[in-house]
């Protein structure tokens, strides 16, 4: 036999031999006689370097140092899922599904398996890349890490499988492994890891591969995307997954209604504790993908998926302190210092109150015993007080009445929670988190520059605001600690690059209180410029009759007209869709605060996009001005694409038909119920070309 025939051989046989081991859990041969091969194999590629493959099986020990992982933005967005804890929010979730569904609905039930989240790439049947997570919108890519995990398949099986594709899943520890790893830990005398998920996702960050390859780590897979995949449903997706050779949960069901999830979840709430992962749920999933495109997503998402969180484990423990944190946009929030616990395999030291409201509610003391749990087995939180042990001497929480950290006075507007720091531009913590938004991902994307070294930049005295990292210079930055010079010109580089981030992004990057992304998009194509959103109502002739009037006239009367100018701004924000009155009093308040005008005005000199591209304009009109959307069927155009469409056209999409309903845009396989709903509303259906022709 040939060298490459040989080579070709015994990678074959040896990926079989991996599958039915670490997916199917069915040895076929002994370790002894897999090693004796994997050894020939190795010298034989040695050998016969021409004939290398990057999906051999012997790319699994590592090896590979990796000193940076690059950042990767993904192909398909990966969405978090909202929380339910009761069969109501269940049973509410699933009203909601038929506003938008027809029919009977068919989901899929899914353990929810506490790990890592991994997106693995595929090209031709090969294993090509793997991304974390991250923020949902990019991850770090950790494909040589990955590479070494046994049950993540490096070549597939089969003839079917798509041309290019990526598959969701978690990279988990199981129990035995975990367990085995702090044994031979406390044997060297090192501190034991505290959970598998945390050990999990610190495997995938470790720079040498070599190191990888001896844990134990597993990859459970659960999730197909990218386009033209061949089948049509979730189900049939996991089946497709099995036979090309992933790691498919067994424990996966397809049930009827919401009686056939709550079986489910019922079931494996008692027998999950005899699995050898960890889990902290159940993950339902509407079954049809057609229903699920139909279904879409929100800003953080699916309307198709929910995660059911089993009950938290619960232990009580001594509250020692009170103490108040300052967030970026000066929000309070009360911290309990706890005598340490363990909950869930980790140590509680801090579990957050909330506000003043919760405090009161659950009458909360310094010196009380309480009972924490965390809230989706995640974050810590105090459910409620012993009372039969509370201290003889103990007295009401009083809540602060100044700021922490810079002493100025609180504040807590009507109908809110939470109590501010006003301070928003001489506060530390307020300094600092607004700075460090603005150079986040999703707003500025300013490479170079992360927490420490905002820090590190505000305590020198360099900056005091966003706006002055683009008067930064490089003398100034480089006696910093622990910057060299290439860190230096990255940041200088980081900041300059920043200045083509469209104009969306910049506005949500001024950290407006309750302007998320979504909110910054809306802001950005009603007005499309800054200029606009900040020109108020009338202004120029509110001001030319407070000249021409007399100069005794009282400033009590100019205040009220400053009054009459701000209201009409809030009705005329207000009036956008989806503005509340909340988001509109606090854009108000941003932009006539002098101190936040003069930061605009600098980051507009530093030349900063504040105004749509030409491109952007050229793509939206006002064509579809107020009038209200709803998609449903199969389009030739993706449904994205179409949404998009009417976003930049000025109109709204909705998910579900209402009396307030413009135009239905009717497809294919639309379903009965929608059609008869349309009718008795009157309102006007169209096709998809019907719709092209309006803009």
Known sequence: ?????????????????????????????????????????????????????????????????????????????????????????????????????????????????????????????????????????????????????????????????????????????????????????????????????????????????????????????????????????????????????????????????????????????VKRKN????????????????????????????????????????????????????????????????????????????????????????????????????????????????????????KPTVYATNCPECGTELIRKEGEAQHYCPNDMGCPPQVKGRIQHFISRKAMDIDGIGSETVDQLVEAGLIKNYADLYDLQFEQIIPLERMAEKSAKNMIAGIEASKKIPFERVLFGLGIRYVGETVAKKLARHYKSMDALMTMPELENQEQDLFNNDSNESADNNTERSRSVKAEKLQQLSAIPEIGERIAESVVEFITDPLHLEVIERLKAAGLQFSLSEEQLSNTSDALAGKSFVISGVFEMSRNDLKKMIEDNGGKVSSSLSSKTDYLIRGENMGPSKLEKAEKLEIKMISEQEFLAMV
Request: overall charge negative.
């Open 275 to 394: 699995l050898p992962y960890e889990t902290d749920g159940v993950v339902i999933k509407v079954n049809k993908l057609q229903n699920q495109e139909e279904l879409g997503f929100t800003a953080k998402a699916p309307r198709w998926a929910m995660a059911y969180k089993f009950s938290a484990e619960q232990v009580s423990t001594r509250l020692e302190e009170i103490t108040y944190q300052v967030g970026r946009t000066g929000a309070i929030t009360p911290v309990a210092n706890l005598e340490p616990v363990e909950i869930s395999g980790t140590t509680v030291k801090r579990a957050s109150l909330h506000n003043a409201d919760q405090i009161e509610k659950l009458d909360i003391r310094e010196g009380d015993e309480v009972f924490v749990e965390k809230g989706g087995e995640i974050i810590p939180k105090i459910v409620a007080v012993d009372l039969l042990k509370r201290p003889e001497n103990s």
């Open 1 to 269: 036999m040939d060298p490459k025939t040989q080579i070709e051989s015994l990678r074959a046989e040896l990926r079989d031999h991996n599958y039915n081991y670490y997916v199917r859990d069915d040895s076929s041969i002994s370790d002894f006689e897999f090693d004796k091969k994997l050894e020939q194999l190795k010298t034989l590629e040695a050998a016969h370097p021409e004939y290398y493959d990057a999906s051999s099986p012997t790319v699994r020990v590592g090896g590979e140092v990796t000193k940076n992982f690059n950042t990767v933005k993904h192909i398909n967005r990966m969405y978090s899922l909202d929380n339910s804890y009761s069969l109501e929010d269940l049973q509410d979730w699933e009203k909601r599904l038929h506003k938008i569904v027809d029919g009977e609905v068919q989901y899929v039930c899914e353990l929810k398996y506490d790990g890592a989240s991994i997106s693995l790439h595929y090209e031709n049947g090969k294993f090509v890349q793997a991304v974390t997570r991250g923020d949902g919108t990019q991850g770090d890519d950790v494909t040589t890490n990955v590479r070494t995990i046994k049950s993540v398949p490096l070549q597939l099986k089969g003839n079917d499988v798509p041309a290019k594709f990526e598959i969701r899943g978690e990279i988990v520890l199981p129990w035995d492994g975990f367990h085995k790893m702090n044994e031979e830990r406390e044997e060297q005398g090192l501190e034991l890891y505290r959970n598998p998920r945390n050990t999990a996702s610190g495997s995938l960050k470790l720079q040498d591969s070599a190191v990888v390859a001896t844990r134990p780590l597993e990859c459970l897979l659960y999730q197909l995307a990218g386009e033209n995949l061949p089948y049509k449903t979730q189900f049939d997706g996991l089946e497709a997954a099995r036979k090309w050779g992933f790691k498919v949960p067994p424990q996966s069901k397809l049930v009827d209604g919401i009686d056939g999830v709550l079986e489910f979840v019922n079931h494996w709430d």
